[in-house]
């Protein structure tokens, strides 16, 4: 199966599963990787793995994922014969017409125990809150801010003296184990 990757950032997640697939944990292959930044290094990972990189046209917009851009997006992944898209650090909410074109087939991994802590930043939310435990969660997107049917999770502990950074760097940890085993699951369901 293909997957078709959209990151707007560092790509450590893309990473994980490259790796994954070069491993033969996860049987795909990554089609194309997507991002709205052009200057993400997401993309600069998909060129040194020979991996098609394409900029995402958002016509000017800093945050909206305007619906033509959706739409070429939709029709960009289909050309590449994708089977399942992987949202992977995509700061942009995915709505229908992306969501139509790939029904129960758009996953994202967020750095929270869902449903707490959705939105941005959210390792930050979390030192905040005092909160003792957090993690990360894989789920189907629908449309809403980081809600959708859960795939699965991962724990970590918040400690004493935790920053936000140090509690994202744990987490990350986990997230690049848990996404690529949570793909592998939504592939079999595909077969
Ligand atoms: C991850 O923490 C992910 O959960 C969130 O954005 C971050 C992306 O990191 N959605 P990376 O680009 O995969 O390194």
Known sequence: PKL?????????????????????????EIAVVMSDN??????????????????IDCAGFKTKFPEESQEAVAARLKEYGVDCVCL????????????????????NIHPSLLPAFPGLHAWEQAVHAGAEESGCTVHYVDGGMDTGPILGQARVP?????TPESLHARIQVEEHRLYPAMIARVLETLE
């Open 88 to 107: 992977a650090g995509f700061m942009r909410l995915v709505k229908s017409p992306l969501l139509q074109a790939f029904p129960s087939r758009i996953v």
């Open 4 to 28: 078709g990757i959209l990151g707007s950032g560092s790509g450590s997640n893309c990473q994980s599963i490259h790796d994954a697939i070069r491993s033969g944990a996860l049987k795909a």
């Open 38 to 55: 052009p200057d993400a290094y997401i993309l600069e990972r998909a060129r040194s793995w020979g991996v098609p990189a394409e900029v």
């Open 158 to 162: 918040v400690l004493p003296g935790d």
